[in-house]
């Protein structure tokens, strides 16, 4: 259900499936309960796990970040603590399954594939009813086109992976040949240069899954020699990432360059905030502050992520956990790789779909964001590969107290998004009133510590153009307190100061707008505005020249402003 549901393109389609993920995770624990002895055969991966969940949680408490903000996630990625923990969660009871469990849940995921593949199909054409964008894009059922070419290339992976096993009956098998057909040409046509690594990768995988079922006597050298062609690849791929090599026409120059931007910003937080991050979920809220001056000559172009899992979680979770994390996956790569040498033949032929689902995941991981769909896919796939490479399960029952306290925890786990939840739709409803009681409810939600700093500035901006007062205008104050860094609320708290006569509040706001966009041009006019209107022109003179330095296209603002405030020409 998480993987079809429509578009993620805008909040409102992120928020079910974060919330069904939660319910899955919690669902899993009596499971995870009534299996606890088997956790021992794959005790390194789920120590490192306990450490990772560890770091999220200390990250959560410690890093200074709002709790709120941290707990759900931001507004639109919905990565915070929750959905950290509830793909942990899935890791570890997926690794406790037995292999006809594993037959089934990757059922599920083919069927999954089916509604994702039917909508993306509609979108080629042309056809789709839902106008999400105005672009064309493919984006099936996962948001846009990079998530789209990740999520299908895993998923044609692990279906065509499947169809060319004897795990499912022939009919079955032959109807699941075509949909990973589909689903690899759909990965492709999104456009994104995602989806062709992670489907080279993935089938790399597989065949070095293939190879390690062979006998003895046949496996090393063809191994050794897959082992080469991967060193080629990884060269080839590293070469394409510098602007060089036979692969570069498949990577996008300027999608290239942006996230060179969203990285050397993860890199500036990472070392700024080395232990704890800048709390979960935290990147978009420092991007201003870490960004370079050619990313802050696009304005547009915010960044709410880092583009790189590893970076993700060094930047919001810190460097621990970003090592935590790099080890983690080595570690399941060396222990299935010794696991399927060891079994050969014997090696359950399910590893080949999940193997591969687990490669083309860290592949398209490096470059890209962890959307719940795709990152759902990612940790499934290593939990079910840890498990079906296991010699021997232990044979533990479920009992039926386990399956009703699977119920209560996943209602549970709908529970702890419903304050996000009722926030969610409250900030949508209330900018679409015209009532008094509309106005409230807006202040109420600006100055509550739910509603993340995008949705706030929103409700804040309707508020005060429907109904400017004082009291509004002390909301946006207050939201402003509530989230130190949410320079959009700070920057409307500065004009409206201004407006209100209290010239050295605005200085205090238009100063700590500054302080976490510095790079922003209209940050250093708004700031020009707060100084003449304490009275220091020259100060005000002076960040317009700095306006200007970081933007010449500032020019006609600022000859108008000076012209409006009667300041003296810049010289």
Same mark, same amino acid.
């Given at each position: 259900m998480i993987v079809v549901f429509i578009p993620p393109w805008a909040e409102a389609f992120t928020m079910p499936k974060a919330v069904l993920l939660l319910m899955l995770a919690l669902a899993a624990l009596p499971l995870i309960w009534d299996r606890r002895r088997g956790l021992v055969l794959n005790r390194l991966p789920l120590l490192l796990l306990g450490?990772?969940?560890?770091?999220?949680?200390?990250?959560?408490? #410690?890093?200074?970040?709002?709790?709120?903000?941290s707990l759900w996630g931001d507004w639109f990625r919905r990565s915070g603590t929750l959905t950290a923990v509830a793909l942990i969660l899935i890791l570890v009871g997926a690794s406790l399954l037995t292999r006809p469990e594993v037959r089934t849940a990757l059922a599920w995921v083919v069927w999954a594939g089916v509604p994702a593949t039917v909508y993306g199909l509609i979108q080629l054409v042309g056809a789709d009813p839902f106008k999400w964008n105005n672009e064309g894009w493919i984006v099936a059922t996962f948001g846009n086109p990079n998530f789209a070419a990740a999520g299908l290339a895993m998923l044609a992976l692990i279906t065509g992976g499947l169809a060319l096993t004897r795990i499912f009956g022939t009919v079955w098998r032959v109807l699941m040949a075509p949909l990973a057909a589909l689903e690899a040409i759909l990965a492709l046509q999104t456009g994104s240069a995602q989806g062709a690594f992670a489907l080279v990768a993935g089938i790399g995988a597989g065949v070095v899954v293939? &190879?390690? @079922?062979?006998?003895?006597?046949?496996?090393?050298?063809?191994?050794?020699? %897959?082992?080469?062609?991967?060193?080629?690849?990884?060269?080839?791929?590293?070469? %394409?990432?510098?602007?060089?090599?036979?692969?570069?026409?498949?990577?996008?120059?300027?999608?290239?360059?942006? @996230?060179?931007?969203?990285?050397s910003a993860a890199l500036g937080m990472a070392g700024s905030h080395p232990l704890l991050g800048v709390g979960p979920d935290g990147y978009g809220r +420092?991007?201003?502050?870490?960004?370079?001056?050619?990313?802050?000559?696009? !304005?547009?172009?915010?960044?709410?992520?880092?583009?790189?899992?590893?970076?993700?979680?060094?930047?919001?979770?810190?460097?621990?956990? %970003?090592?935590?994390?790099?080890?983690?996956?080595?570690?399941?790569?060396?222990?299935?790789? @010794?696991r399927l040498w060891a079994q050969g033949p014997s090696a359950s032929p399910l590893a080949l779909p !999940?193997?591969?689902?687990?490669?083309?995941?860290?592949?398209?991981? #490096?470059?890209?964001?962890?959307a719940i769909p795709v990152a759902l896919l990612g940790w499934l796939a290593t939990g079910l590969l840890l498990a079906v490479t296991i010699p021997e399960h232990p044979q533990t029952e479920? @009992?039926?107290?386990?399956?009703?306290a699977a119920g209560a925890l996943a209602i549970a786990g709908l529970l702890a998004w419903l304050p996000s939840l009722i926030a969610s739709n409250t900030s949508q409803s209330v900018q679409q009133g015209t009532t008094e009681?509309?106005? +409230?409810? %807006?202040?109420? #939600?600006?100055?509550?510590?739910?509603?993340?700093?995008e949705p706030s500035v929103r409700v804040g901006q309707w508020m005060i153009s429907v109904a400017p007062s004082e009291q509004t205008v002390d909301g946006v104050v207050a939201g402003s307190q509530s989230d130190d860094r949410c320079y959009g609320l700070i920057n409307a708290a500065a004009d409206f100061s201004i407006q209100l006569d209290q010239p050295e509040q605005a200085l205090a706001f238009a100063q700590q707008g500054i302080a976490i966009d510095p790079l922003?041009?209209?940050?250093?006019? !708004? &700031?020009a505005k707060a100084q003449h209107a304490t009275g220091d022109n020259q100060a005000a003179v002076s960040s317009l020249r700095t306006a200007i330095e970081l933007s010449p296209a500032a020019q006609a603002e600022v000859d108008q402003l000076i012209v409006d405030l009667g300041l003296p020409p810049l010289g």
């Open positions: 450490g990772l969940a560890g770091l999220v949680l200390a990250s959560q408490l #410690l890093s200074g970040a709002p709790q709120a903000i293939w &190879l390690l @079922r062979w006998d003895s006597s046949r496996r090393l050298p063809a191994l050794l020699a %897959a082992l080469g062609a991967a060193v080629i690849g990884v060269v080839l791929t590293l070469m %394409a990432l510098g602007g060089s090599g036979p692969l570069v026409s498949f990577v996008s120059a300027d999608t290239l360059v942006f @996230r060179e931007w969203y990285w +420092f991007y201003g502050e870490f960004r370079s001056s050619e990313a802050a000559e696009m !304005l547009t172009l915010n960044g709410s992520a880092a583009h790189s899992v590893p970076l993700q979680w060094a930047s919001t979770i810190g460097i621990p956990a %970003a090592a935590l994390y790099v080890i983690l996956v080595v570690a399941v790569a060396a222990l299935v790789i @010794r !999940l193997l591969a689902a687990w490669a083309a995941y860290q592949v398209q991981s #490096l470059v890209s964001i962890d479920t @009992r039926i107290g386990s399956w009703v009681q509309d106005v +409230f409810q %807006a202040i109420a #939600l600006v100055q509550g510590t739910v509603l993340p700093c922003n041009y209209s940050q250093w006019i !708004l &700031l």
